[in-house]
C-alpha cells in the first residue's frame, strides 16, 4: 500500500496551477484534500504521474456571499462549511448534507471542490448541490467556464473536466427562507458511503400547495440524479402522506443503483423510496412550520 | 502506597506508556542498516506456475534479494499444528511460500528484500509469473475434507424416538475474523558472528513459535531470540506461526542485515487467520414440556486452503462447546473441516461458541415458539445442576468436564439486575418511529485454559522493588497490572512497587503464552505460587535470624520487623523464586446475554436498545479490567452479528479487501452495555479461583441479537450477518 513513483508540484497561485495543467495535462491529477485520492494511490488504483497539490493556494480557500449567492472555493474543508452558521441559517440543506460526510477527521481535510472533482455517487455533497441547482466555476488557460450540476456530472467519478481545467469555486444560489429542507441517508455505519439517501428542499405556499421542490438522490445511479418526475407530481398540490407515498414510488422509477458487497440492486431502490419518504416527510414538516 | 491486591482496580501499569504515545509498537522498531521485506502474494485463488521470472525486479533500484521457494530449505518445509491435531490433516499444511501451485488469493509466492517497503512494491511490479487459473471451490459442501469427527454420548436414536416434538434447522454464520488493529510485523536480525537469530515482534505464544521456528531451520532453539513488544491487539489471529514467521528471519540470513515486514491492511485481511465460517444442520427432539431429550448436529467447517497452527482447534471447540448450559440425555456432533479456495483459517475470540451459542440457542428459541413454552423457563428447565459435570467430549486431549456453576443463580440474578420484566413491558409497547421491537436471552458457557503449565519466578531486591517475570504476555488486555495485583497480594509488597516482565525468550525461560481466557488463570496461579514461597522463605530467614516466630513478622518495603518492635528488624535480602503451575484441567465460566433490539425494515438497519451481559467468571482479580474485556468482546460480538464478512466473488477474490469493506462496528455503533460479574462458582482448579474473563462478551452476542430480532420480526433467523439487506428480506418475508 505505496503509491507508484510521481513527481510533485506545489503552485501558490491559481495561474500558476492551470499553467501546470496546461503543460501537463492528462499526465497530473489535481490533490486537493487526498481523501479519496491518497487511498486510491496507496492501492495503487490510481497512478498519476504528476500531482499537483493546491493547498498552498490561499484564494481557494475562502467563503464569500455576493449578492445573496454563496461561492465556496474549491480548496474549502467541509469542517469549514460544517461550521458556518451563516450557512446553516441561509442553506441549511448544505449543512445538513455535509455532518453525514465521513467522519470529523476527513471533514477537516476534505473539500468542496475535491469531492465535486472526484464525482462519487455516493458523496453527499455533489447531491446536495443538485438539489440546490448549484453552478460550477471551471478555470483553464483557454478560459473560463460555468457549468450546471447536470453538466459537470457525467457518471461514476467522471467529470466534463477537460485535463486543463481546474475547477475554483461552486456557486449556491439564495434559498427562500420559508423552505424546509432534509438530507436523510442510510449507510451500513456512521460515516460510510451511504446505501442510498435523499435531499429535499420544498416550499409551500400559504394555501399549503407545494411552489417549489426539488428531490435528489444519493447512491441511486452512476451520478446524482434529480427524481423530476416526484418534482413534477408534487409541484402545486397539497403535499399530505398519500402525496409523499405516491411521490416516493415515482422517484425511484426506472433507477438502477449498483448492487455489490452491503446491497443489492433491488435493496438499494427500496431504500431509496424510503429514504425519499422519510426526507420528504421531514422537509415538509419544516416548510409547514416556516409557513405557519 | 497501596498493596491494590486482588479485587481492587487500580489504574493499569500498562497504560503510562501507551497513553502518552511512547509504546513501542513493531512499526516504532527500528535497527540500524535495516531493510524492507515485500511477500509478494498471489492475485488468484487457485493457480498453476511453473516460473516466476525475477531477473527485472532483481535489476530494479533498492532490491537486495526475491526469494522463492527454490531457495528455500527442501523448497519450504512445512508449518506444524500446534492444537487439536490431526494426523490425516497433516498433508494440508501451509509452507512458506507456494511452490508450483498457489490456493487462495494472498497466498506468499514470493519475499522480495528492497532497500525501503515503496522499492519493493515498486519491483514486485516487475515479477512475471505464469500463472495458469485452476478451477475454485468456494462452497464448503463441496469442499476436501482435511479433518472429520464423530462424538456420541448416550443413546441419540432412543432420544428421537421417544421425541414429542423434533425441530430441524440449518444454520450459517458468515466468514469474520479477528482483525486486530496492529497488523502484524517483524524485525529479524541475524548476528553471523554467533550464529544466533533474534526476532522482534513476538505475539500470543513467544516461547513456542521459537520451538517451531528452530524445527523448521534446524536449529536448536538456543541460538534463537524472540521478543515482544507493545502488541495492538490480538484475539487468537495475531501471534500464531505464520508463513512470515519463517520467511523474514529467514532473509535477515540470507541478505545479513536487519529484516523488517510491516503487514499492511490490504494484505493483512487476506492473510491473516479468517474464522468463523460454518454450516450447521442441527436437530433437537423434545418433549412436549420442553424438556430435552437430545441434540443431533452435523456441520461444516470451512477452514479454507490450508490447515495452520491450530489444526482442529475450531471444529473441535464447536463439538465439544455446542452442548452448552443444559443437560442432554443424548448428544451426537459431527464435524468435516474442508478445504476451500479461501484464506486459511484460526481462531477468533471464543472460537466455536460464538458460532455454536448462535446455534443452538436460536435452535431453542425456535422451539420454544413452536411449542408455546417462555423461553426463559425452557432454558432454566434443562439447566445442569450437578458439577462437575462431564460432557463426554473433549478439549485437544482434555475432558470437558464443566468445574463450577450454579446456572439458575446467575439466572435468577441477571432477570433480577438487568430489569427483565421491565425490558418485556418495553418489547409490548409501540415505538414511536414505527420500529419493530424485540427482546432476545442467551446462555452460554465458555472455556478457560489450560495449555497445561505455566511458569514465573519473583525477584526482590534489597530495596524492596519486585520483578515478576512470567511466561504469559500481553496483548492489550491488562495483563501486567493483574499479575502485579496477584503477586501484591501474596507477596504482600505494594503494587507500585511490581514490575511485570515478559515475552523475552532470553529473560523468560519458558512460558506458554496468552490465548484462550489463560493467562489470569494460569499465569496468575504460577505468580501466586512463586510470591507465597517467596514470602514464606523471607519471613523463614528472618525469623531465624530476629528469634521469632514467621507468623509474628511484619514484611514492607523497609525490611521485615517483630509486630509490634519495629527495632527489631532486618533489611530486605535480595531473593528470586520460581514456580510452576500445572494444571490439565479447564475453567468454565458461564454466562447470559440479554439484547433489546428495534428493527427499522425501511432500511433493515438494528438498534442496539439495549444489552446486558452476567458472567460468572469465579473470581475478578481487577474487576474495571474484567469490564472492559466483556465490553470490547461485545463490540467484537456485535460486528459479527451485524457488520463483517468476508465475502468473495465466485473466482474466489476477496471482495472485503479494506476497512472500507470490511465494516468494523465504531464507537458510533457500539453501545454501552449494562454487566454483571458474579463470583458464585470459584473454579477449583486453581488456587486463584479464577476462570479468565476474556471472552464471554463475545461468545453469545450471535445468539442473543439474533433471539431478538426473530422476536421483533416474527420469523426465524437463522444466517448471519443480520445485514440490512438480510433484515428487509426477512421482513417481507
Redo the contacts between chains.
Sequence with gaps: MKPAPFDYDDPRSVDEAIGLLARYGDECKVLAGGQSLVPLMNFRLARPGRLVDINGIESLGQVKVENGRLLLGAMVRHAQVERSNDIAARWPLLHDAIVWVGHSQIRNRGTVGGSVAHADPAAELPCALAALDAKFHVLSRRGPRVLRWDQIFVSEFTTSLAPDELLTAIEVPPQDPSTGVAFVEFARRHGDFALGGAAVSITLARNGTCSDVAVALLSAGPRPVRAEEAERRLKGGQVDEAAIKQASAAAVQGLHPTSDLHGSREYRVKLLQVMTERALTKAVHLATRRAA | MELHGIGASPLRKEDWPLLRGEGTFIADFKRPGMVHALVVRSPFAHARFRHIDGSAALQARGVIDLITAAELPDRGRPIPTRMFKDEAANRFLQKPLADGEVRYSGEPVALLIAES??LA??AA?LLSIDYEPLEVVLDPDAGTVAGHLVVERGNIEAAFAQADEVIKEEFRIQRHAATPLETRGLVAEFDAGAQTLTVWGAAKIPHVNRRILAQLLGWEESRIRLVELHVGGGFGARGEFYPEDFLIPFGAMRVGRPVAWIE???ESLRAMNHSREQVHRVELALKADGTFLGLKDTFVNNTGAYVRTHGMTVPGLSISMLPGPYAWPAYRGEYHSVLTNKTPCGTYRSPGRFEVNFVRERLIDIAANRLGIDKVEIRRRNFIHEFPHDTGTLFDEHPVVYDSGDYSLLLDKALEAFDYSGLKRWRAQRSPDGFKRGLGIAFFVEKAGPAEREYARVELTDSGDVTVYTGTVSLGQGMETTLAQVCSTHLGLPFERVTVKHGDTAVIPEGMGSFGSRAAMMGGAAVMGAAVKLRRRLLERAAEELEAAPDDLVLTVDGIAVRGAPSRSVPLPSMSVEDRFVCELLGFPYGIHVAAVEVDT????VGVHRYAVAYDIGRAINPVIVRGQIAGGFAQGLGGVL?E?F?FDANGQP??A?F??Y?L??S??VPDIDMLITEDAPSPHNPLGVKGAGEGGTAAVGGAIANAVADALGVEVTQLPL???RI?ELASA
Excluded at chain 2, 602 to 605: E, F, L, S, V, Y
Design positions: 517497503r515503496y512494491e515498486d511490479e499492511d491492511r490490504e425501511g432500511t433493515g438497519a457488520l464478512e465475502a471482495l472485503a479494506s472500507m469493506d465494516l462496528p465504531t458510533e455503533e445485514s440490512p439487506k428487509t
